[in-house]
């Protein structure tokens, strides 16, 4: 009786450590397409409850029919082979859905690729109450006992995922050893007269065979494809840097989107919203000091140095993106490196800047907690008198959907008295195509002392392209949400945006984030 009670426990333990890990890495399963935003966590936060419930009520029926250590084994099997299986769907899933859109396609995505496994996992606590409730009137300490031992389980994956799962194994790896496990333990309860020994054997085997061969082959993912330089997963999301030998770019994607872009041969940034941050110098020709929040792929403290001799403190909280970019685009350190978040290298007293550039995304989502009034003023502590505070941000710069940026300057003008905002990108539309918004805010007036036609001529180009589409529309932006830590909703201004952007490049680089 013991030796079954602790059976049942670690079944429970183990199942409720699933459902978490699963949870959690349910975002970074779909994300290479749908992102990391608010609708990804919702969708696959409702599946797992909705996929929990249907799992609970089918256990509660099977546990009142026939042996519900057979119907255990089969629903741990069955949500096995889902797993294993479910890399092979991953990329059919995501891009078939696609049509739906980013709310509707995350949930059906979601859905497709975990609501069976959570179902079965979720039928498990009702079998193992019905296994340990032998009396009436001990099913009430059986209920609560399995029920603390799967939540100790949850605990316990959770943590797991968060610490040292995701941040160290691929999406492919973990699907596969999660299969792994409840395979084991599938093979643990299945029971039959002169037989259990094999079949247990049988099932382990087969538990640990498919978990081998299915992560040495997501750990040899891509290998094939010779454009892929680098695929992984960081705490902080999927990462992808790949030769695109037809564009003739070097490319840094964060849960599927572009984050750094870069000409293959000379690694030099291409992108429009880092020269736009070039202007910096000419606002403030005498500036030698900058801070970088967000490297990415390090274009920046590179041009500073080379071109205007501005030294760059750098702060970047994933580690491994500074690693990508020191092999992979050739960045080197001109200042300081602060590997923790941005806002809190803002909050702390310390040396002032000339320049603080706000460049930090994660995948296509702004963090909110450096886009508040909080977040601004902090940066405004730590500028020197005069100095200028530079952010990259997406969205449309006109029309009915421009909340975000009015939102974001009339948060910016309850700090700074100066701001100015640039649409960057200068080859698209402001009012019908995301773009790249820079936003420049200072305490003193934001002109330019030094001519930028007078600068080098890849930026006197750019210039020229560029001078007449700073945005003057104070009054608009008087309209616009006051963005704070207690109320920032920056996520729901940025989705339509989002929305859009994330589909205009599905059929571009959307598919290299799954190879």
């Given at each position: 009786m013991q030796s079954g009670a602790a059976r049942d426990s670690a079944i429970a333990f183990l199942c409720g450590a699933a459902v978490?890990?699963?949870?959690?890495?349910?975002?970074?399963?779909?994300?290479?397409?749908?992102g990391a935003t608010v609708y990804v966590w919702s969708s696959v936060i409702t599946v797992t409850l909705a996929a929990l419930a249907l799992g609970y009520a089918a256990g509660g029926l099977l546990a009142d029919r026939g042996e519900p250590r057979a119907a255990l084994a089969a629903l741990l099997g069955a949500s096995s082979l889902w797993l294993f299986i479910a890399p092979f769907l991953r990329r059919a899933a995501l891009v078939k859905t696609a049509f739906l859109g980013i709310q509707c396609g995350a949930l059906a995505a979601a859905a497709v690729l975990l609501a069976a496994p959570l179902a079965c996992l979720g039928a498990v606590g009702p079998l193992l109450i019905r296994l340990r409730a032998t009396e009436l009137?001990?099913?009430?300490?059986?209920?609560?006992?399995?029920?603390?031992?799967?939540?100790?389980?949850?605990?316990?994956g959770a943590l797991a995922a968060g610490f040292w799962l995701i941040p160290n194994f691929s999406v492919s790896v973990l699907l596969r050893g999660v299969g792994a496990v409840l395979l084991a333990l599938a093979a643990f309860c299945w029971r039959l007269p002169g037989a259990s020994s094999r079949a247990a054997a049988a099932l382990l085997a087969l538990a640990l065979g498919l978990g081998g061969a299915g992560a040495w082959a997501s750990l040899h993912e891509g290998s094939a494809d010779a454009s892929i330089l680098y695929h992984g997963q960081s705490f902080y999301g999927d990462l992808l840097v790949l030769d695109a030998a037809d564009w003739g770019k070097r490319i840094l994607l964060v849960d599927g989107m572009p984050n750094t872009v870069a000409d293959m041969r000379t690694?030099?940034?291409?992108?429009?919203?880092i020269r736009s941050f070039e202007l910096l110098h000419f606002m403030r020709p005498q500036g030698r000091k900058a801070l970088l929040i967000g490297l990415g792929g390090g274009a920046l403290p590179t041009r500073f140095a080379r071109y205007y001799g501005i030294g760059?403190?750098?702060a970047e909280i994933d580690g491994r993106i500074v690693e990508l970019a020191a092999k992979y685009f050739a960045f080197k350190p001109t200042g300081r490196l602060f590997l923790e978040d941005g806002r809190r290298v803002l909050e702390r007293s310390?040396?002032?800047?000339?320049f603080i550039v706000l460049d930090a995304f994660n995948g296509d989502r702004h963090p909110l907690h450096l886009f508040s009034q909080e977040a601004f003023q902090a940066a405004g502590r730590?500028?020197?008198?005069?100095?200028?505070?530079?952010i990259n941000a997406i969205g449309y710069g006109l029309g009915p959907r421009c909340e975000l940026r009015r939102s974001v300057e009339r948060t910016l003008r309850?700090?700074?008295?100066?701001?100015?905002?640039?649409a960057a990108s200068s080859s698209l539309d402001p009012s019908a195509e995301?773009?790249?918004?820079?936003f420049f805010a200072s305490k003193e007036p934001l002109a330019f002392p030094l001519d930028p036609l007078k600068g080098r001529p890849a930026l006197a180009q750019y210039y020229r392209r560029i001078a007449g589409r700073f945005i003057e529309d104070p009054a608009s932006s008087a309209e616009g949400r006051l963005l704070t830590d207690d109320d920032n909703p920056l996520d729901t201004l940025s989705a339509a945006a989002g929305a859009q952007g994330r589909r205009q490049l599905m059929a571009q680089v959307g598919r290299w984030a799954l190879d």
């Open positions: 978490l890990v699963l949870e959690i890495l349910g975002a970074r399963l779909i994300s290479p397409y749908y009137g001990r099913v009430g300490r059986a209920a609560g006992w399995v029920s603390a031992v799967s939540t100790a389980g949850s605990v316990a690694l030099e940034s291409t992108s429009d919203y760059t403190d750098v310390g040396e002032l800047y000339d730590r500028l020197e008198d005069g100095g200028v505070l530079a309850s700090v700074f008295p100066c701001v100015r905002v640039l995301p773009i790249n918004l820079t």
